[in-house]
């Protein structure tokens, strides 16, 4: 999906909301656990009733990868069930040397190999520009790279300011935003920001003017919906809101999805508010 589809599915939609399937299958509705494939009935529940609200969905890879290959295969047909209006991330983390970075890529982009064919992943940037140019070298795929996250242990590296040798103040994870640049246009690149670092949000706006970025962290972790929007939607949205858990666990009855769907809806209303102020 390029870049002017993803804002136009924005405006169409009114909504910035990426659906987060972190399915874990201990949380799994009682009464959906004869079927055969637990976790892709569920997703497929979650993904009927939030697709009219959501422009976006976030599978994170880890929850299927601890299911083993019966994990892998609720994955792919997940991915296979999500509507293709709908940007995909495989929230994977990945980054390593290069030819390893290369199969990365592969088993997300290219669907000759695992099957599995994401717009985009998520990358750690720690090992530099060989470990992330080898998941860019996908036309028309994107690397949402890890810029500053929303957990409390960002502030163990990515606020550490660089040492003297530099003769730069600035905090790692600022960085990471300006060096990434150099590395592929807004057409490629998209960075995350925690929901829960607001303060930091609109220098990172000015870092990176025209980045989608990704931003969880609303929800369970507590982030500001009102304060993220204002800080950094743009003229082309510019924003992709991921909650997970609340949406995902409204509730743990036959009433799930419907829940489910009342979540999602609540989030795009609020967003749909937001986006008419920006136009
Ligand atoms: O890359 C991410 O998606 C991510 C980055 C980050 O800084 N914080 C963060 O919570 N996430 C992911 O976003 C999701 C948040 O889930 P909830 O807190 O349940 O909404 C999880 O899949 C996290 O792995």
Redesign the pocket.
Known sequence: MTYSELSDQIFQKQSYLCV?L?TDPRKLPPHLLTEKDPVFAFNKAIIDATADFAVAY?P?I?FYEAQGPRGWESLQKTLDYIPASCFT?A?A?RGDIGNTSDLYARTFFDPTAAGLDFDSV?VAPYMGHDSVTPFLAYKGKWV?L?A????AG?TDFQYQTLSSRTASQKPLFEKVIETAQGWAGPDQLMF???ATQTSELERIRQLAPDNFL?V??????GGSLADVSRLGLTKAGGLLV???????YASNGPDFADRARDEAQRLQLEMAGYLTQIQ
Do not use: E, M, Y
């Open positions: 987060g972190d976030k994170n880890a991330i929230d983390k998520t949402i890890l500053l996250t929303s957990n960002s995350v920001v925690g990704l969880p962290g609303v929800g369970a972790q991921n909650a997970s858990r609340s949406i995902l």
